[in-house]
């Protein structure tokens, strides 16, 4: 059962570089979400989606860019990296509404931009 | 304004030791209420919903218990591998809101 997985786990940045970071999941969930976590502060929702071809604006968008072209990848973007995006980023996984229904994380991708 | 604040920020505790954690929450139309458990390098791990006061869910040496303004999770007789973060979660009426807390982080010494 591979779950939430994400890929990479681990990426240093130079400010200004862009990157993909990638989310599948194999448990056939509508709903997909993106969050940033950082220390003294709770996950925060950066964008999310409510099935295939739909995104939308979470929290703290600014920065990144979302895309979800297949029901099992949700994918995000940062265009124009900066030290203030160095963060632990988890993507998660539901089977509908998230303010019912039980979240499913992934490992975590580690992105520190220099 | 909706919030969700949890304490303490962190609990050390003897093998063995009973404790509560807190989660204080602020919310418009509360409904659901989310405890996770993260490891360090890891993702948040779902441990139990709670959706209406009074409510209460057992696993193991954990029990979530569900109030209006407030959720615990009491850990009876912890044992060191129960050490991690220990994550709210409360999710609100109107456009997919979903808070969480910091997180208390929890070591049971041996």
């Known amino acids: 059962n591979a779950g939430v997985t994400q890929t990479p786990k681990f990426r240093v940045l130079k400010t200004g570089q862009s990157m993909t970071l990638l989310c599948a999941q194999d448990m056939n969930h509508e709903y997909m979400y993106w969050y940033r976590q950082d220390p003294g502060m709770g996950l925060r929702l950066i964008h999310y989606?409510?099935?295939?071809?739909?995104?939308a604006k979470g929290e703290v968008p600014d920065g990144y860019n979302v895309s979800r072209l297949k029901k099992q990848n949700f994918l995000l973007g940062l265009e124009s990296a900066a030290p203030s995006q160095t963060s632990v980023y988890f993507c998660a996984s539901s089977w509908g509404d998230f303010g019912v229904d039980i979240q499913y994380f992934g490992a975590g991708t580690r992105l520190s931009v220099l | 304004e909706d919030q969700v604040t949890q304490s303490p920020e962190a609990l050390r505790l003897q093998e063995g030791e009973s404790s509560s954690l807190n989660c204080s929450y602020t919310?418009?139309?509360?409904?659901?209420l989310f405890w996770y458990r993260q490891d360090p390098g890891k993702g948040p791990e779902f441990l139990f919903t709670?959706?209406?006061a009074g409510e209460e869910k057992e696993k193991e040496r954990l029990k979530a218990t569900l109030t209006k303004k407030e959720s615990f999770l009491h850990i009876t007789a912890p044992k060191p591998e129960d050490s991690a973060t220990y994550l709210c979660?409360?999710?609100?009426?109107?456009?997919?809101?979903?808070?969480f807390g910091t997180g208390t982080r929890l070591k049971v010494l041996a």
């Open positions: 989606s409510v099935g295939e071809g739909t995104t």
């Open positions: 979660a409360v999710g609100g009426s109107g456009t997919y809101k979903y808070i």
């Open positions: 709670l959706y209406s």
């Open positions: 919310v418009s139309g509360l409904r659901g």
